[in-house]
């Protein structure tokens, strides 16, 4: 079942790149941007994250944090954050728990083979703890931008 626009995010706590357990509680009173991805070190997963570490300080000055979520672990976060120079966090969700619960985990089809697999979403949550907007089967190119417009838009324009 999909999670409603007005809706109260469901509560979790996950693991970090560096294995501290993150709750998204934590982040009342500032916008969360919690953005599902397939597997870290693939292209769009790689360009996605890259994307939202070029303006995580655009994010910041509108009170917001960015969090991916991916069924990879704690370990492959932390590779694939020096690797490739991710500044966003990322979280650990290997049970795929809150993966389920946001309902990315869906039937997938590549290549006339179906299997399940994390469909690329990303959740806005405002400071209360609401789903503010949802973007599903997220295109990568220009969504980091999308993304702070939305939350411009919400905020009056305020930089």
Not at 16 to 35: I, M, P, Q, S
Request: charged share 35%.
């Amino acid at each position: 079942m999909d999670l409603e626009v007005g809706t109260i995010a469901p509560d979790f706590c996950l693991p970090d790149e560096n294995g501290n357990t993150v709750c998204l509680k934590d982040f009342r009173g500032k916008w969360v941007v919690l953005y599902f991805y397939p597997k870290d070190n693939t292209p769009g997963c790689t360009k996605e994250a890259q994307d939202f570490s070029e303006k995580l300080e655009e994010f910041e000055k509108v009170g917001a944090v960015v969090l991916g979520v991916s069924p990879d672990s704690v370990e492959s976060h932390r590779k694939f954050k020096e690797k490739k120079r991710i500044r966003v966090k990322l979280l650990s969700d290997t049970e795929k728990e809150v993966i389920k619960r946001y309902n990315v985990w869906q039937l997938k089809k590549m290549y006339g083979k179906e299997y399940y697999g994390v469909v690329r979403t990303t959740y806005l949550i405002d400071p209360e703890g609401r789903i503010a907007h949802v973007w599903k089967r997220v295109k990568v190119k220009g969504h980091a931008d999308s993304v702070l417009k939305k939350i411009q838009e919400f905020s009056g324009g305020k930089k």
